[in-house]
């Protein structure tokens, strides 16, 4: 069965330093991989995708994640953080088979401190 | 307007009471879908229907039940609301495409007492 892991409940960083999300996943063949962010009172919006060829995958806002099949890793990174950026993100597979159902970890609060 | 709009956005009843959650949407989709958002657990799947005449249970369809009144239309209903279903509910929709992209509506506070 499919699950996301995300090891942290929440994160801290500087308006301007570099944020690195980590997600981890477990799936028996190459899943559909995403992120979505969720500002407060607002529903899901989708940051970026993964279904396959380049590993490195570029989204909205200014955040790229990398899938690394051999760490069943996709983790969010963006260079420099704004303070809009807070909010919580969440990761999540989606299986490619037996109709689609996405399966989403516990998702990341991010904190931006001035 | 919103693509996929949910009603009500806000909602405190009382433990035994009968709650509808609706949601709509105008982008054409055929899937629908309802999660459950908890802090700390993230959003679990509760019913899913793939078109009008295909409904599905999720991984916590347990006290829930859903009518798909048409293509735009996916309703999810707590026949009898206890306190533990307390929680933030979302409607979301995908396309055929099978990418598996979600599109979601502002959700559903619900507040069991």
Redesign the interface.
């Known amino acids: 069965a499919q699950s996301?892991t995300?090891p942290d409940?929440h994160i801290t960083v500087s308006e301007g330093a570099s944020l690195e999300l980590r997600c981890n996943y477990s799936y028996g063949a190459t899943p559909?991989l995403?992120w979505?962010v969720q500002s407060p009172?607002?529903?899901?919006?989708?940051l970026l995708?993964y279904?396959s060829g380049d590993t490195l995958v570029q989204g909205i806002k200014g955040f790229e994640a990398e899938f690394k099949r051999s760490q069943s890793s996709f983790n969010l990174r963006k260079p420099s953080v704004h303070w809009s950026d807070a909010a919580e993100y969440?990761c999540a597979v989606?299986a490619?088979t037996g109709?689609?159902?996405?399966?989403?970890?516990?998702?990341t609060r991010l904190f931006v401190k001035a | 307007d919103a693509d996929v709009t949910q009603t009500p956005r806000n909602r405190i009843t009382k433990t035994g009471k009968r709650i509808m959650l609706e949601c709509s949407q105008t982008k054409g989709h055929d899937r629908m879908y309802w999660y459950r958002q908890d802090p700390g657990l993230g959003l679990r799947l509760i019913y899913y229907s793939f078109d009008v005449k295909d409904i599905n249970k999720g991984e916590i369809s347990d006290g829930y039940s859903v009518s798909r009144q048409a293509q735009a239309k996916f309703s999810l209903s707590l026949e009898s609301a206890i306190p533990n279903q307390t929680a933030l509910y979302f409607c979301a929709t995908s396309d055929l495409t099978n990418t598996g992209e979600l599109f979601f509506g502002e959700g559903s506070r619900l507040t069991v007492l």
């Open positions: 996301v995300q409940i559909y995403f979505y009172g607002q529903g899901l919006q989708l995708k279904f969440f989606g490619r109709g689609f159902k996405t399966i989403f970890g516990a998702g």
